[in-house]
C-alpha cells in the first residue's frame, strides 16, 4: 500500500525567507511524487514531480523540491517566499509497481501563510 | 484550451433529492477520477474510471453513483443516500496506467445542502 504524510498542518513564514513544506511517503517500489498547490475554491495545480533523476526536482513559480530516498522524503521549498505563495499546498505518491494502482495517493495538505 | 470544466460551481441541495455534477474533459486522457474535499481531511477518492464504460469505487463511494458513457465525461451523482454531502468536490483526469504525468484537475464544485 501507498501512503503519504505531511506532518504540519500549517506553515507560517515571513516574505522574503526560505519555505519549507514537509513531505515523507511510503510505498512498496520506487515512488513517483508530486506537489500541488490548491488556491480557495480553487482546483489544484500541478507544481512539480519526481520520477526518476536528479534528486532535486525543479517546479513552477520558483518551487523546487528535494527527493530523499534514504528519509523517504519529497520536501517542498523555495528560496524566497512571496505573500501571493499563500495557499494550500498538497504531496502525492504513486507506486507504479503497485499491480495496477495508478491512482495517486494525497496527503492531508499543509496551509502555507506567508506574512507581509 | 485543453482542460478539464466542472459545472456548476456552486450547487444547493434539498434534503432527499439526487444532483449530478458535470465533468468534462477534453484532454483525450482515458482515467478519470471523482474526489471530496473536506477541512482538514485532504482528498478523498470517490469513484475512478480507467476506460469507457467501467468504473470502479473509492474509498467513499456510498451514497454516490457514476457512469463513463463517453471518454470526455464522467458525472457524479450524490444521491439522497449520502448523509452528508456538504464538501468541495474534485474532477482529474491523466494518462493510462504506467504513464509518468500528473493528474489535471477541474475547478471545483461546492455542494451545500439546504
Known amino acids: 500500500a501507498q501512503s503519504v504524510a505531511q506532518p504540519e498542518d500549517q506553515v507560517n513564514v515571513a516574505e522574503g525567507n526560505p519555505l519549507t513544506v514537509k513531505c515523507t511517503y511510503s510505498v512498496s517500489g520506487n515512488p513517483y511524487l508530486f506537489w500541488y498547490v490548491q488556491y480557495p475554491n480553487r482546483g489544484l495545480q500541478f507544481l512539480l514531480k519526481?520520477?526518476?533523476?536528479?534528486?532535486l526536482v525543479k517546479g513552477s513559480y520558483g518551487f523546487e523540491a528535494e527527493f530523499n530516498k534514504s528519509q523517504t522524503s519529497f520536501h517542498l521549498k523555495k528560496p524566497s517566499a512571496l505573500v501571493s505563495d499563500s495557499a494550500l499546498y498538497f504531496c502525492a505518491v504513486r507506486d507504479p509497481l503497485s499491480g495496477g494502482s495508478y491512482i495517486p495517493t494525497f496527503g492531508r495538505g499543509t496551509s502555507l501563510i506567508v506574512h507581509p | 484550451d485543453g482542460g478539464i470544466t466542472q459545472s456548476p460551481k456552486y450547487l444547493f441541495r434539498k434534503e432527499g433529492q439526487n444532483v449530478t455534477l458535470s465533468c468534462e474533459q477534453n484532454l483525450n486522457h482515458d482515467a478519470m477520477y471523482w474526489y471530496r474535499q473536506d477541512p482538514g481531511q485532504g482528498l478523498r477518492l470517490i469513484y475512478y474510471?480507467?476506460?469507457?464504460?467501467?468504473?470502479q469505487k473509492g474509498d467513499i463511494a456510498e451514497g454516490y453513483s457514476v457512469s463513463r458513457e463517453k471518454k470526455e465525461s464522467f458525472p457524479l451523482t450524490v444521491t439522497s443516500a449520502q448523509k452528508n454531502p456538504t464538501a468541495f468536490y474534485l474532477c482529474?483526469?491523466?494518462?493510462?496506467?504506467?504513464?509518468?504525468?500528473?493528474?489535471?484537475f477541474g475547478q471545483g464544485t461546492r455542494l451545500t445542502v439546504v
Open positions: 519526481y520520477i526518476t533523476g536528479d534528486n
Open positions: 482529474a483526469s491523466s494518462l493510462p496506467p504506467g504513464s509518468n504525468t500528473e493528474a489535471f
Open positions: 474510471s480507467q476506460i469507457v464504460n467501467d468504473f
